[in-house]
C-alpha cells in the first residue's frame, strides 16, 4: 500500500517576509553589549591623590619664585654695616641700627662737611708735588681722576705741552711735600687753601740740585654728582680749578684748569 505525502507550498510573499525577519542574537552577545556601553566610575582615593599631588606641585612651584625672589633681593641690597670702635673695641652700629657711641666716633646721616674738603685737597695737592719716580705716573693719574673730567682734560694737555712731566723725568726729579696749612676760605666754603713747603731734588748737567719752595695754593672744589665714589677718595667733592703762587715771589702762576 503507498502513503502519499501532501507537501503544502507556503506562498511567496509568505517567504519573502521570513527571509527578510531579523534573527534573535544570542545570549553572550546580549552580555558584550551590554559590558560595552557600562558606565566607568573614579575610585575616589584616585581623585584625592590627583587633587592632592596637583596642591603639592603648586605649593613647590611658589616656594622656589619666593626663593628666587628672596635671592634677588639679597643680591641687589645693602651690604651689612658693622660699625666697630677699634680704640674700645665696642660694636657701635649692626645694619643701621645704633648700639652706642664713643668719644672718638659719632654716629648720624651722612653729610659732607669740611674735613672731606680738606682731606681730598690735601690728597690732590700731595699727588702732584711730592714725586717719587716710581709712582710718578700713578700719582698724576690719580689727581686727573679727582679732577672735573673738563677740568682734567685741559691739566693733561697743559702738562703735555710744556713737557713738564718730560722735563722731571729726564733731570730724575724727587720731591718731598710737606703741608703747613690747610684752610676753608671764610669767604668761599668750596675754596680750600693751601700753604706747602716743597723740597727738590734734580739732577742738571751731573751735578745734583736741591730746591726748596714755600707754594700757595687756592682751590676750588664742587660736588660730586656721584657722592661718595673711588674717584673722589670718597670725600664727595671733586676738584674744578686750582692755582698756585711761590710765597717770595711777586707774579702768581696759573694751572691751565683755572682758564
Known amino acids: 500500500m503507498s502513503s502519499k505525502v501532501n507537501t503544502l507550498e507556503m506562498p511567496a510573499d509568505l517567504r519573502e517576509a521570513e527571509e527578510f525577519r531579523p534573527s534573535q542574537p544570542a545570549a553572550g552577545d546580549v552580555a558584550e553589549a551590554s559590558s560595552a556601553v557600562q558606565v566607568l566610575h573614579r575610585d575616589p582615593s584616585d581623585v584625592r591623590t590627583i587633587l592632592s599631588l596637583a596642591s603639592t606641585g603648586m605649593l613647590l612651584v611658589l616656594l622656589l619664585l619666593v626663593s628666587i625672589g628672596l635671592n634677588f633681593y639679597q643680591y641687589v641690597r645693602r651690604p651689612d654695616r658693622i660699625v666697630v670702635d677699634r680704640s674700645s673695641g665696642r660694636v657701635l652700629e649692626i645694619n643701621d641700627r645704633n648700639y652706642g657711641e664713643t668719644e672718638a666716633v659719632q654716629l648720624g646721616p651722612d653729610r659732607l662737611t669740611s674735613a672731606d674738603k680738606q682731606y681730598l685737597t690735601g690728597e690732590f695737592v700731595r699727588a702732584l708735588y711730592q714725586v717719587d ?11 686727573l681722576r679727582m679732577m672735573v673730567p673738563d677740568s682734567a682734560l685741559k691739566f693733561a694737555r697743559y702738562l703735555k705741552q710744556e713737557g713738564i712731566l718730560e722735563k722731571q723725568r729726564a733731570e730724575s726729579w724727587q720731591a718731598v711735600w710737606t703741608p703747613q696749612d690747610i684752610t676753608i676760605d671764610a669767604a668761599d666754603p668750596y675754596t680750600v687753601r ?12 751731573g751735578a745734583t740740585q736741591r730746591e726748596a719752595r714755600q707754594l700757595n695754593l687756592t682751590v676750588k672744589l664742587v660736588a660730586d654728582p656721584q657722592r661718595r665714589a673711588d674717584r673722589n677718595l670718597r ?3 671733586l676738584i674744578a680749578a686750582f692755582d698756585y703762587k711761590e710765597l717770595g715771589s711777586d707774579t702768581g702762576q696759573a694751572s691751565q684748569s683755572t682758564r
Not at 136 to 141: A, G, L, N, S, T
Request: glycine share 8%; no cysteine.
Open 194 to 205: 693751601v700753604i706747602g713747603k716743597q723740597e727738590i731734588t734734580r739732577i742738571i748737567a
Open 133 to 143: 719716580p716710581a709712582t710718578r705716573p700713578r700719582d698724576i693719574e690719580r689727581a
Open 235 to 237: 670725600s664727595g667733592f
